[in-house]
């Protein structure tokens, strides 16, 4: 498989470039040999992350840009000047219960970003963040399933609708539909305006690892509440049940082979490595940190078994990254690093 498509030292613009995800993909991009253009929406936000790089890699080859406000039609004029390749990023996370604002918002910036790029030469890839829940949610009540990435979460965006305000799981439901919309919507324009540059789709399942971003706050994984004992952490929502679980060092690597690879193009590729179960992460935590003190185990019903065609996403980093999946001990212990 050719990784080819963007010459080493060319220009990535990476938004969500300080969040968990973006800066684990500025460090792959560096660490690649590309050159990075951060988007942020305050530039003293990048900083920590830039000094991070900077003492790792060398100065010079991360830059930030400031974009207040990506839903504009001139959002990004100026900004992809000699940029060869895109990562998407960037999404809503506030976990509002507005749907206007936090559907419109994902489905309004990412398609002036893609039109800004058609408009640009040097663009010659594109890849977006999506998410597993785009396609589907695990239920207790499912059995054995095997969602295929031919389907679509459109009942997300009923749900997202009609469930009232004060529901526990509306803001969820929000999330769950800007993530549905955002990427109907790119594909929508893709397929219809064919612009010049490849484009593909990253469907990652919960995200776990190492934090890449030193900057305090919410840069950390949304696991250490849980961890820490915290009660009724927020990311309990999406782990009853659990899914996969997969190292944001592969969720990077896999989104820069998308990137690059000559031969993946108008492709939506899983991010997902291993199955587990709630229990599992308070099991590996009690392992390795003897001495810690954690919440009981949780009561829940049997697990589904759900099964996803994983074969194209690890063929993609195994050739990129000349090895399969981190495993799934290393993640769970690297990711409360910064909660100890």
């Known amino acids: 498989m050719s990784f080819d498509r963007i010459s080493k030292g060319s220009l990535i613009l990476v938004t969500g470039s300080t969040g968990f995800i973006g800066s684990?993909?500025?460090?792959?991009?560096?660490?690649?040999?590309?050159r990075i253009r951060g988007v942020t929406r305050?530039?003293?936000?990048?900083?920590?992350?830039?000094?991070?790089?900077?003492?790792?890699?060398?100065?010079?080859?991360?830059?930030?840009?400031?974009v207040k406000d990506s839903t504009t039609s001139e959002a990004f004029d100026g900004v992809l000047e000699g940029v060869a390749g895109i990562?998407?990023?960037?999404t809503d996370g506030s976990f509002s219960t507005t749907y206007e604002v936090v559907v419109g918002g994902v489905v309004q910036s990412t398609l002036v970003?893609?039109?800004?790029?058609?408009?640009?030469?040097?663009?010659?890839?594109?890849?977006?963040?999506?998410?597993?829940?785009?396609?589907?949610?695990?239920s207790y009540e499912d059995g054995d399933i095997s969602p295929k990435l031919e389907q679509w979460g459109d009942h997300f965006v009923t749900m997202a609708k009609q469930v009232p305000e004060d529901d526990p799981m509306k803001s969820v439901f929000v999330y769950a539909a800007s993530k549905v919309e955002g990427e109907h919507a790119a594909w929508d324009y893709y397929n219809s305006a064919r612009?010049?540059?490849?484009?593909?789709?990253?469907?990652?399942?919960?995200?776990?690892?190492?934090?890449?971003n030193p900057a305090p706050g919410h840069y950390s994984?949304?696991?250490?509440?849980?961890?820490?004992?915290?009660?009724?952490?927020?990311?309990?929502?999406?782990?009853?049940?659990?899914?996969?679980?997969v190292d944001v060092r592969?969720?990077?690597?896999?989104?820069?082979?998308?990137?690059?690879?000559?031969?993946t193009e108008g492709k939506r590729l899983w991010a997902a490595a291993?199955?587990?179960?709630?229990?599992?992460?308070?099991?590996?935590?009690?392992?390795?940190?003897?001495?810690?003190?954690?919440?009981?185990?949780?009561?829940?019903?049997?697990?589904?078994?759900?099964?996803?065609?994983?074969?194209?996403?690890?063929?993609?980093?195994?050739?990129f990254e000349g090895r399969t999946w981190l495993p799934f001990k290393e993640t769970i212990i690297a990711n409360v690093q910064d909660a100890l």
């Open 24 to 34: 684990a993909v500025c460090d792959a991009v560096i660490a690649h040999g590309f």
């Open 42 to 66: 305050s530039l003293s936000k990048a900083d920590a992350l830039v000094k991070c790089l900077d003492a790792k890699y060398g100065r010079g080859l991360i830059e930030f840009v400031e």
């Open 87 to 90: 990562l998407h990023i960037a």
């Open 113 to 138: 970003l893609m039109k800004a790029a058609a408009k640009v030469p040097s663009v010659k890839s594109f890849v977006l963040t999506s998410s597993r829940i785009a396609v589907f949610a695990p």
């Open 195 to 212: 612009p010049s540059y490849a484009f593909n789709a990253i469907l990652p399942d919960m995200v776990f690892g190492l934090v890449f």
């Open 221 to 245: 994984s949304n696991l250490n509440a849980l961890f820490l004992s915290e009660p009724e952490p927020f990311t309990l929502k999406f782990l009853k049940p659990a899914c996969f679980a």
């Open 250 to 263: 592969d969720v990077a690597s896999v989104h820069l082979a998308a990137l690059l690879s000559m031969q």
């Open 274 to 319: 291993h199955t587990f179960e709630l229990n599992d992460l308070l099991r590996t935590w009690r392992e390795e940190f003897p001495h810690r003190t954690f919440v009981e185990d949780f009561k829940l019903p049997p697990h589904p078994k759900v099964t996803l065609e994983l074969a194209e996403s690890e063929k993609l980093l195994e050739e």
